[in-house]
């Protein structure tokens, strides 16, 4: 019963979004956004995640490309945890970058 509860909780890439690696803080708001399709980012952090969760280089996020410039420009949409990211690994969503 707790294992489908965790279940529902972890956050997996839905249609536009791609995971990836944070490479680079860039300051104002900003990082520079490894993803696994191959391309590099500058993202985002909007302001609902700004002061509520910090970013450091070598986190897991979730990146929504924008509508136009996607190979460039996209949002982080959610960091994940330790925990969320073997649970990726064990799903096989976090290719190797």
């Not at 979004?17 to 803080?25: M, N, S």
């Not at 302001?47 to 982080?76: H, I, N, T």
Request: proline letters at 4%.
């Amino acid at each position: 019963m707790v294992e489908e509860r965790e279940e529902k909780e972890l956050r997996v890439p839905m249609e536009g979004e791609v995971i990836g690696i944070v490479v680079q803080l860039l300051g104002y708001d900003r990082v520079k956004v490894k993803c696994a399709d191959g391309k590099v980012r500058v993202c985002r952090i909007p302001g609902r995640m700004k002061k509520k969760v910090w970013l450091r280089e070598g986190d897991y996020v979730l990146v929504a490309p924008w509508d136009f410039q996607s190979d460039q420009r996209g949002d982080v949409v959610w960091r994940y945890s330790r925990d969320e990211i073997k649970k990726l690994e064990a799903r096989g969503l976090i290719p190797s970058f």
